[in-house]
């Protein structure tokens, strides 16, 4: 969030807060996103309350989630918001007249193609360089709803059920939504301006009040049978959340001035300034661009909550977690001690939705497509492909040695300390490293940074990942499935990626 009340004009929605906006200094879109999330989470207790699945019919909460969204869209967009029907009603309009074999591949493409036509007509038709809030942003959530619900449907409707994974077999859908139902899903209040992005079996489950019918959730009835009598309260969840999301947009407003990370690339900043102490810098200067997403992303799940969507069953000790669709953990992600720790609790919707659309069913190379599709999607800024293509090398250089090194310090409490300290600084110092043009935007202060620096993540990563040997992704699996020949192998399998940083934190 940027403070220049000077960019409030460059706002295409509403001018009814420009007041505030001129009290706050802040730009007249952004006050527009929060007073209207705030309005949300207002309108999501009103929905759980008075328009409970018990009170009322799936067609009516369609309706009125589905209306609620355009109205806030539009107030926050003006008719830049009609971007989202039209890219709605295009790809509903290829699952209708395209067979389920192949409508997947359509509708990734028109729903792709159509979301990076407006990122770039935003960037360099426009207003290069705004870094603020703007109608592309709610397009990448439906972009990924788009895609998800075709790949669900492709699987559910076009697939065998022994080829799919376990996973797949939960988010299949067998019958092919009504056209309410699809904007309902991509346009509903809850989480049209900011997400997350969800499930439709999880969508349609929440909007007719049975959230985790299509789950298995044996497990859940036998240990927590009294429980599950009645409906959980999302309330102290909420009022958690909101509190860490307002304090989280405190410390952005009053930090983000003091480390700016333009400083990083200041001529006089890189000659005078010891090279331990440009690393320090870069450290703080990015973690202060964090609590921006931490407060966008929280909020978006209170609202979440606050409708009654999100509960994602009962912990070991019978408390109710409300975290089906979270899109952060915090905590995990500043004491991350790997790469990978640190990517699976940032955006972690966004990350399912790459696992699920393009890393599992991808047959060649699929770290690369992974994150080339992650670069496509976020926009048209060179910036942003800098920091993908970073990210493959330091990818592939912290696997080779979470495999080859971690091993020689399990032995003892002790080693292992040491190693989560070295890990977590490698980790932070890498991360910011690979982030720096994400934020910079731009090729050339971004190429400057990296030559500040000599390069030296790149060549260094390049050099591990040469040197130490990893196994295949397909010869790993293998292995694995030989090691748990018991039970339910494909979802261990499924699992392992998605559950790696959890089994670090207690080896």
């Known amino acids: 969030m940027a403070a220049d009340g000077s960019r409030s004009t460059a706002c295409t929605g509403s001018s009814l807060l420009q007041p505030v906006s001129e009290i706050t200094n802040l730009p007249l879109d952004q006050v527009n996103f929060v007073v209207c999330q705030l309005c949300a989470l207002l309108s999501a207790f009103w929905f759980r309350l008075f328009l409970h699945p018990s009170k009322t ?4 909460r369609h309706v009125v989630a589905t209306l609620l969204g355009l109205y806030f869209a539009l107030f926050c ?13 295009l790809t509903y309009g290829i699952m209708i007249l395209t067979g389920v074999e192949h409508m997947h591949k359509y509708c990734l493409l028109v729903a792709l193609s159509y979301l990076s036509l407006c990122q770039i007509t935003r960037v360099y038709v426009f207003d290069y360089g705004m870094y603020s809030a703007d109608f592309t942003g709610p397009m990448m959530v439906i972009t990924q ?40 899903y991509n346009c509903n209040f809850m989480g049209i301006l900011a997400g997350p992005t969800c499930s439709y079996n999880d969508y349609i489950a929440f909007i007719e009040g049975d959230p985790r019918r299509h789950r298995d959730q044996e497990a859940d009835r036998k240990s927590n049978g009294k429980l599950r009598q009645s409906e959980p309260s999302p309330n102290t969840e909420v009022i958690r959340k909101v509190a860490t999301s307002f304090f989280c947009l405190l410390v952005f407003l009053s930090v983000c001035k003091v480390f700016p990370v333009e400083r990083n690339i200041d001529d006089d900043f890189i000659a005078n300034t010891p090279f331990y102490a440009q690393v320090v810098y870069l450290y703080l200067s990015m973690l202060t661009t964090r609590p921006k997403y931490y407060f966008v992303w929280t909020l978006a799940d209170a609202i979440n909550n606050a409708a ?7 912990d070991s000790d019978g408390s109710p977690r409300w ?74 250089a912290a696997r080779a040695v979470r495999h080859n090194v971690r091993p020689h310090f399990l032995q003892s409490p002790s080693h292992k300390l040491v190693y989560d300290v070295i890990t977590w600084a490698a980790t932070q110092i890498a991360i910011c490293y690979t982030v720096v043009p994400f934020v910079l935007l731009s090729v050339g202060p971004s190429l400057k940074f990296y030559r500040s620096w000599y390069f030296c993540l790149h060549i260094g990563c390049v050099l591990l990942a040469m040197a130490l040997p990893v196994k295949p992704r397909h010869l790993r699996l293998k292995d694995q499935q030989k090691n748990f020949p018991q039970g339910p192998v494909l979802h261990h399998l499924e699992a392992t990626d998605s559950n790696c940083s959890q089994k670090e934190k207690t080896t």
């Open 57 to 60: 019919s799936p067609f009516i």
């Open 308 to 314: 009654g969507f999100g509960f994602n069953g009962y």
């Open 145 to 184: 709803k788009i895609t998800s619900l075709a790949f669900e449907i492709h699987d559910g409707m076009a697939r065998k059920e022994e080829h799919l994974t376990p996973g797949q077999k939960i988010l299949a859908i067998r019958r092919m939504p009504s056209l309410l139902e699809y904007f309902s």
């Open 77 to 89: 967009f003006g008719w830049y918001a009609l971007h989202f029907l039209v890219q709605s009603g």
């Open 323 to 396: 975290d089906l669709i979270s899109n952060l953990r915090i905590l995990n992600i500043e004491f991350a001690t790997s790469f990978k720790v640190f990517l699976d609790n940032w955006n972690i919707q966004t990350a399912h939705w790459l696992k699920r659309v393009c890393y599992e069913r991808c047959p060649y190379h699929p770290t690369a497509a992974t994150f080339i599709l992650s670069a496509m999607w976020h926009g048209a800024y060179p910036g942003y492909y800098l920091t993908f293509l970073t990210g493959i090398v330091i990818t592939l």
